[in-house]
């Protein structure tokens, strides 16, 4: 992933929560957002963070186990960008969905909802940082330990 590549996708990610959080007068937003904080909404994005992280820690561990001394440059490239552009949507839903489960005050910050967020963030900026840095020695360890914080996180909220 280049550069552009990942500043095209962060300012989406921004506009898209600004919208969720700031509704304009423009009708379609404003039914979004309603939409979006009843019930239905809420368990639909709860679905799609749900499998975009299974699908993000699935990717990562892929190109993690399929590195290029066993395939295709491109495969592993192609699984890498994947896990670190699904990481990214997977912590966009997130943070929309249950940002208001984020506290950083007294004992929640060991809570399983933070240990989870805490593991889940770190590991997809790994990851991010892995397909930024395609190149350099650290590029393996970025993306293996991303992975498998990501995938950490998934086992926290599971048990």
Same mark, same amino acid.
């Given at each position: 992933?280049?550069?552009?590549?990942a %500043?095209?996708?962060v300012l989406?990610?921004?506009?898209?929560?600004q919208?969720?959080?700031d509704?304009?007068?423009?009708?379609?937003f404003k039914?979004?957002?309603t939409?979006? *904080?009843?019930p /239905?909404?809420?368990?639909?994005?709860?679905?799609?963070h749900? %499998?975009?992280?299974? =699908?993000?820690?699935?990717?990562?561990?892929?190109a993690s186990i399929?590195?290029p001394?066993?395939v295709d440059?491109d @495969?592993?490239?192609?699984?890498g960008?994947a896990a670190?552009?699904?990481s990214? $949507? =997977?912590i #966009?839903? #997130?943070?929309?969905?249950?940002?208001?489960? %984020? *506290?950083?005050?007294?004992d929640? @910050?060991?809570?399983? /909802?933070?240990?989870h967020? +805490?593991?889940s963030?770190?590991?997809? @900026?790994?990851? $991010?940082?892995? *397909?930024?840095?395609? /190149?350099?020695g650290?590029?393996?360890?970025l993306?293996?330990?991303?992975?498998?914080?990501m995938s950490?996180?998934i086992l $926290?909220?599971i +048990?």
């Open positions: 992933m280049r550069i552009r590549e %500043i095209a996708i989406l990610c921004t506009v898209a929560l919208a969720y959080a509704p304009s007068e423009t009708s379609a039914s979004i957002s939409y979006l *904080s009843g /239905d909404g809420y368990q639909m994005l709860s679905d799609a749900r %499998i975009a992280g299974y =699908t993000a820690a699935a990717l990562g561990l892929s399929l590195n001394a066993l440059d @495969l592993h490239g192609g699984l960008t670190a552009v699904t990214a $949507i =997977t #966009g839903l #997130g943070l929309v969905n249950y940002g208001d489960r %984020i *506290s950083f005050e007294g929640d @910050l060991l809570s399983q /909802d933070m240990l967020a +805490l593991l963030v770190s590991g997809s @900026l790994l990851m $991010i940082a892995a *397909s930024l840095g395609e /190149d350099s650290i590029h393996p360890w993306g293996g330990i991303g992975a498998g914080l950490t996180s $926290i909220q +048990l």
